[in-house]
């Protein structure tokens, strides 16, 4: 049997950030959401790229998700009370996955995030993180991310 991710083109995705008081608006609408000032920074993603949310308040990543439109101002103008302008429309792809220990695992792969949720200078080219991203959902798709404090 393929499973999801095998059916999954890795070659561009991003992470957008979200808390948990953003979280359920994000997946009930199907649409990820920023600053409309933050708009230019997101103008890279197109149709097809591959998507995941980092919750900042759980340390937790979810996906997958893939790209249905360019970021743009306001799609769905009344989504959080207009505090996020700049959006993408996204749609699940196969079941949502939850890892935990966000941090922890990006970190291992040279990404940092900060308190405030955003990357630090160690991004690294997005061709890493795309075939980082693959490698840990073909993981998880197998079995569970193992305890970190063995």
């Known amino acids: 049997m ?9 070659e561009r995705c ?8 953003t979280e359920e608006e994000c ?3 199907n649409l990820f959401g920023n600053m409309a000032r933050r708009l ?6 197109e149709p097809g790229d591959m998507g995941f949310l980092l919750n900042i308040n759980r340390d937790e990543l ?6 249905c439109s360019e970021p743009q101002l306001h799609i769905e ?3 959080w009370d ?4 700049a ?3 996204v749609e699940p792809i196969g079941e949502l996955q939850r890892i935990k220990d966000a941090a922890y695992i990006l970190k291992k792969a040279g990404l940092e995030t900060r308190q405030s949720g955003k990357f630090g200078e160690s991004l690294g080219s997005a061709l890493s993180l795309s075939f980082y991203l693959q490698s840990l959902w073909r993981y998880v798709s197998f079995r569970p991310w193992p305890d970190r404090s063995v």
Not at 82 to 85: I, K, L, T, W, Y
């Open 82 to 85: 207009g505090r996020f302008a």
């Open 2 to 10: 393929q499973r999801d991710y095998e059916l999954i083109n890795f």
């Open 40 to 45: 230019e920074n997101l103008g890279e993603i």
């Open 77 to 79: 103008p009344d989504a």
């Open 87 to 89: 959006q993408v429309r």
């Open 14 to 21: 991003f992470i957008m950030f979200y808390d948990d008081s």
């Open 27 to 29: 997946l009930r609408r």
């Open 62 to 67: 979810i996906g997958i998700f893939r790209a």
